[in-house]
């Protein structure tokens, strides 16, 4: 028997090959960016700037052309799943760096706040002892029966006894340095714990969809920003 199937998470990845000086220049402006903070705060959790007040890493000269490149993919994102971008905007809402010290994490959550999120690593050779990226889809329905592959006791072949291949419950995604990582942002994720060695540095990125400027928008489709009424 041959199972065929499509995966019902649309996970972008593209592989860039940035100049080593280039990422040593962004990983010291991270650093100096994070300043003394070395969590979030708890001990046990990753520092992530965007609860820290750097959430606009786009405007950062040493980061704008990075992120520039990483806009075009996020168009090409949208065009492989099949959207007609004539009739839509994309804005880059937030980005923001994510470091992980050893042993450190990020708990499982989403982003409501937007449409399309994206993640990029600036280190990781992808054997995936730096943190890897953990992402549930809505619904297992390869599990058959609601619940199994996380229940107690399930019935599995694989030698440890936990769910694999089709029955897997998530997707872990390794960290590569210039690997781009893109996920709807609804989809709960978190950060694996990251190894003892080095730090984990990451770029994560919120884009939202709206109609563009001066067009009609399509049913549930909020208009473009432009076109809104500030109240307050
Ligand atoms: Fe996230």
Do not use: K
């Not at 592989?15 to 903070?37: K, W, Y």
């Not at 990781?124 to 229940?151: I, K, T, Y």
């Amino acid at each position: 028997m041959q199972i065929e199937g499509l995966f019902p998470l649309a996970l972008g990845q593209v592989q860039l090959r940035p100049d080593p000086l280039v990422v040593a220049r962004q990983l010291q402006a991270i650093l100096e960016l994070r300043g003394l903070a070395e969590a979030n705060p708890d001990p046990a959790c990753a520092w992530t700037g965007d609860i820290n007040g750097v959430w606009q890493l786009h405007r950062h000269p040493t980061f704008v052309g990075l992120i520039d490149e990483l806009c075009v993919h996020a168009c090409a994102y949208l065009d492989a799943l099949g959207f007609d971008r004539t009739r839509l905007a994309l804005h880059l809402q937030r980005c923001w760096p994510v470091v992980s010290g050893p042993g450190q994490v990020v708990g499982r959550h989403h982003h409501p706040n937007a449409h399309l999120s994206g993640v990029y690593y600036l280190n990781g050779d992808g054997r995936g002892h730096s943190g890897c990226l953990r992402l549930w889809p809505f619904r297992q329905v390869n599990e058959l029966v609601p619940g199994l592959a996380v229940g107690h006791d399930g019935p599995f072949c694989s030698p440890d006894g936990t769910p694999a291949g089709w029955l897997q419950p998530w997707v872990d995604v390794a960290p590569r340095a210039g690997l781009f990582v893109l996920f709807p942002s609804s989809t709960d994720h978190a950060v694996l714990s990251n190894g003892e060695d080095d730090g984990r540095f990451s770029i994560s990125l919120d884009f939202v969809l709206t109609a563009p400027a001066g067009a009609a928008a399509a049913e549930y489709l909020a208009p473009h920003p432009q076109e809104w009424l500030p109240l307050a």
